[in-house]
Nanobody, 127 residues
């Protein structure tokens, strides 16, 4: 089992930056690919970015590709989402999710490939 805890959300102005963190309880977390998803009120949960177990490859949605960056520090069992040039449309609850060691290189948008989810952290961007 892997327990994930997100932090770093908050209320900011358009153009500001935030860094979200996803901390894991298990040392085997280093074997898991990790993704970030977000869900705005009344909308489905959407893929934002993901990173392989090693951090060697990343993937991100077109809507955030030039503004957000995902990274990980396996020594700290933590994955980060650096969000720059935030826009009001980035407002959502952000969730991190861990995949499975048997697919440690999967970094796609399919939510079903991610087995463990955090409780989410709210990001609100005002204009």
């Amino acid at each position: 089992q892997v327990q994930l805890v997100e932090s770093g959300g908050g209320s900011v102005q358009a153009g500001d930056s935030l860094r979200l963190s996803c901390a894991a309880s298990s040392r085997t977390f280093t074997n898991y690919p990790v993704g970030w998803f977000r869900q705005a009120p009344g909308k489905e949960r959407l893929f934002v970015a993901a990173i392989t177990w090693s951090g060697g490859r990343t993937n991100s949605a077109d809507s955030v590709k030039d503004r957000f960056a995902i990274s990980r520090d396996n020594a700290k069992n933590t994955v980060y989402l650096q969000m720059n040039s935030l826009k009001p449309e980035d407002t959502a609850v952000y969730y991190c999710a861990a995949g499975t060691p048997s697919r440690s290189d999967y970094i796609g948008p399919n939510r079903l490939m991610y087995n463990y989810w955090g409780q989410g952290t709210q990001v609100t961007v005002s204009s």
